[in-house]
């Protein structure tokens, strides 16, 4: 079973910019696609961004689309989410997930996930 470990969450205004990143447990961390997810209050988790196991292809949410970029290494057994641009509307848990496969982390549910981290964009 993979565990993941999200961090770097907090409280950033609006404008601002913040990393997430997500480290695996597993060593075979390249096998895996992995997708980035989140919650805001009241709504449903959906879709934020997603990568290849190799990094060279990534799939982003329209909403994050030239604001968010998703990256790996490897040889950390991390991925990342680089925020930036941050708007209130981003306010929410954001999950990292292992995906069967990057271009389906958007239409198939993950079957591991990490215990979220939380980001809150004031105004």
């Known amino acids: 079973q993979v565990q993941l470990v999200e961090s770097g969450g907090g409280l950033v205004q609006a404008g601002g910019s913040l990393r997430l990143s997500c480290v695996a447990s597993?060593?075979?961390?390249?096998?895996?696609?992995m997708g980035w997810f989140r919650q805001a209050p009241g709504k449903e988790r959906e879709f934020v961004a997603a990568?290849?196991?190799?990094?060279?292809?990534?799939y982003y949410a329209d909403s994050v689309k030239g604001r968010f970029t998703i990256s790996r290494d490897n040889a950390k057994n991390t991925a990342y989410l680089q925020m930036t641009r941050l708007k209130p509307e981003d306010t929410a848990v954001y999950y990292c997930?292992?995906?069967?496969?990057?271009?389906?982390?958007?239409?198939?549910?993950?079957?591991?996930w990490g215990q979220g981290s939380q980001v809150t964009v004031s105004s």
């Open positions: 990568i290849s196991l190799g990094g060279s292809s990534t």
């Open positions: 997930a292992v995906c069967t496969a990057y271009y389906k982390c958007h239409t198939t549910e993950p079957e591991y």
């Open positions: 597993e060593r075979t961390f390249r096998s895996y696609a």
